[in-house]
């Protein structure tokens, strides 16, 4: 059972899309939009996303001011061709990626390491694992707490979306 009740074709948008649009506010008020992977945790009801320490701008950005939006529009590569579009909206907490076993950091790497293959050259071999730590290891967890979720059918923008206000299942 989900922590989070939403309708099947949501749930199937949230682990199937590759990238969304994560935005927050900087200090300024502006938003700022960046692509990102997020780990949907459906089993707690949340999302991950991870930035490095290197380029920490999205968890200053939410450390200032929670408030952030996930927006699912594009679902090339998902393999969901009538899936609607979804937009995330919630709270969010900044955390140092600390501990590399637990379940959810687990997820979210090897989701990252199946949409991006990339990634497996740096962190198959020992030394270049040696040399990049601080960028692919020394990461700050973003965690989302949804409280609102917008749906538009078929990505249909020109009519009203449907409104989620995120029930929690215990």
């Given at each position: 059972?989900?922590?989070?009740?939403?309708?099947?074709?949501?749930?199937?948008?949230?682990?199937?899309?590759?990238?969304?649009?994560?935005?927050?506010?900087?200090?300024?008020?502006?938003?700022?939009?960046?692509?990102?992977?997020?780990?949907?945790?459906?089993?707690?009801?949340?999302?991950?996303?991870?930035?490095?320490?290197?380029?920490?701008?999205?968890?200053?950005?939410?450390?200032?001011?929670?408030?952030?939006?996930?927006?699912?529009?594009?679902?090339?590569?998902?393999?969901?061709?009538?899936?609607?579009?979804?937009?995330?909206?919630?709270?969010?907490?900044?955390?140092?990626?600390?501990?590399?076993?637990?379940?959810?950091?687990?997820?979210?790497?090897?989701?990252?390491?199946?949409?991006?293959?990339?990634?497996?050259?740096?962190?198959?071999?020992?030394?270049?694992?040696?040399?990049?730590?601080?960028?692919?290891?020394q990461r700050l967890v973003i965690t989302v707490q949804p409280r609102?979720?917008?749906?538009?059918?078929?990505?249909?923008?020109?009519?009203?979306?449907?409104?989620?206000?995120?029930?929690?299942?215990?």
């Amino acid at each position: 059972m989900s922590a989070l009740d939403v309708p099947d074709d949501v749930r199937k948008v949230l682990h199937e899309y590759y990238t969304c649009e994560v935005t927050t506010v900087n200090g300024q008020g502006q938003p700022i939009t960046w692509p990102s992977l997020p780990y949907y945790d459906e089993e707690a009801g949340q999302f991950l996303l991870t930035v490095s320490i290197a380029f920490p701008v999205k968890a200053f950005n939410v450390r200032r001011r929670p408030q952030i939006s996930l927006f699912y529009s594009d679902p090339t590569g998902s393999g969901l061709e009538l899936a609607p579009a979804v937009l995330v909206q919630g709270d969010a907490t900044v955390g140092e990626l600390l501990d590399f076993e637990s379940p959810q950091i687990r997820g979210l790497f090897r989701l990252t390491s199946r949409r991006q293959p990339d990634v497996r050259r740096f962190t198959s071999n020992r030394v270049v694992r040696k040399l990049f730590a601080w960028y692919l290891f020394q990461r700050l967890v973003i965690t989302v707490q949804p409280r609102r979720i917008l749906i538009w059918p078929h990505r249909d923008f020109s009519v009203e979306p449907r409104a989620i206000e995120v029930t929690h299942v215990e």
